[in-house]
């Protein structure tokens, strides 16, 4: 579902070219859960949006279900991610002009689905919001910010779902909360999922874990 080859990526800064991502080789198979893992600065935000398709590598290849990413233009890869890919932000990415339900029916709009204010409030209500659906964005706490990024994220039912730091700014009771939340949706969409987390007890959630350092993926034991 997810593969890379040879994957790299490098950024020109004012001491010279730095390599956050160095030959990076993975697969990730259909219904999958993953976990990214590794220390700050490792690389896991970088390999996540060049799996995404958010970035393009400086070299390498990313497939998506079949799709060579890097062949497509923006346009393309914004086809595949649309058709094909949820995401889960920290930050949430919830739009403040908008409400709970006006945020996830939005993607449904843009593909045109029937009833989407129909699915919207049923997907709403499926992660514990059916009261907040007329509130907004800054009306909500961070958990609820949540939930309606997560039922946004499943509203077109993506074959792959992305997740970076899913419960980084929650505290760890409602970080736990919405775990359970993500997985029992994943398991009932039946979607590939790919995290970044630096949260054990999240990784640990997930059939295997891909751990970076320095650009690298590295065995259990450490050896590159």
Do not use: W
């Amino acid at each position: 579902m997810v593969a890379a080859s040879g994957l790299s990526k490098r950024v020109a800064t004012a001491a010279g070219p730095l390599d956050i991502l160095a030959d990076i080789d993975l697969q990730i198979h259909a219904g999958e859960a993953v976990a990214i893992v590794g220390v700050s600065g490792s690389g896991k935000s970088t390999l996540l949006g060049l799996l995404a398709g958010l970035d393009l590598p400086s070299s390498g290849d990313v497939r998506l279900a079949g799709h060579h990413m890097n062949a497509l233009d923006e346009d393309g890869r914004a086809q595949v991610r649309g058709e094909l890919v949820g995401f889960v932000f920290q930050s949430f990415q919830l739009l403040s002009g908008l409400t709970a339900l006006e945020n996830v029916m939005l993607p449904l709009e843009l593909a045109n689905t029937s009833a989407p204010r129909l699915q919207a409030t049923g997907l709403l209500e499926r992660v514990g919001l059916a009261e907040r659906l007329t509130h907004y964005p800054k009306q909500l706490s961070g958990g609820e910010q949540q939930r309606v990024a997560i039922a946004r994220a499943f509203s077109m039912q993506p074959a792959i779902l992305f997740a970076d730091e899913p419960t980084g700014n929650l505290d760890s009771s409602t970080g736990e909360t919405i775990i359970d939340l993500l997985f029992e949706l994943n398991h009932e969409h039946h979607a590939t999922l790919v995290l970044v987390t630096h949260d054990e007890a999240l990784a640990g959630r997930c059939e295997r874990r891909i751990r970076l350092e320095a650009g690298r993926v590295v065995e259990p034991d450490g050896t590159a």
